[in-house]
């Protein structure tokens, strides 16, 4: 049985994921306009910082999600370990 909570969760995750995306997307003629011998502008390297970082964050948010659906579901076990870009030192 769904649980309509987690359904509105998993629906505002990709709407996040979506914006974010699209956002990204709009600074793409800009990054594939430079010319190499140049350097990028401060206003777009905060620009890709923002959004990049905002991607990231809304991905994650996604990912953690999908990862909870599965575990309830039986198909993901446990978390016991770490990610593989994560490491314990």
């Given amino acids: 049985m769904s ?3 987690e ?3 998993l629906r505002a995750s990709m709407r ?3 914006r974010t995306a699209e956002a990204l997307a709009g600074m793409s003629d800009r990054v594939e306009a430079l010319d ?3 350097d990028i502008s401060d206003t777009d390297l905060d620009d890709l910082q923002r959004l990049s970082s905002a ?3 809304a991905a994650q948010a996604l990912r953690g999600l ?3 659906m599965l575990r309830r579901r039986g198909k993901l076990e ?3 370990e770490s990610p ?3 490491r314990d030192d």
């Fill in 36 to 38: 190499a011998g140049s």
């Fill in 84 to 86: 593989p870009d994560v």
């Fill in 16 to 18: 996040g994921v979506r």
């Fill in 3 to 5: 649980d309509p909570n």
């Fill in 55 to 57: 991607h990231a964050v």
């Fill in 78 to 80: 446990a978390a016991s």
């Fill in 7 to 9: 359904i509105e969760a």
């Fill in 66 to 68: 999908v990862q909870t």
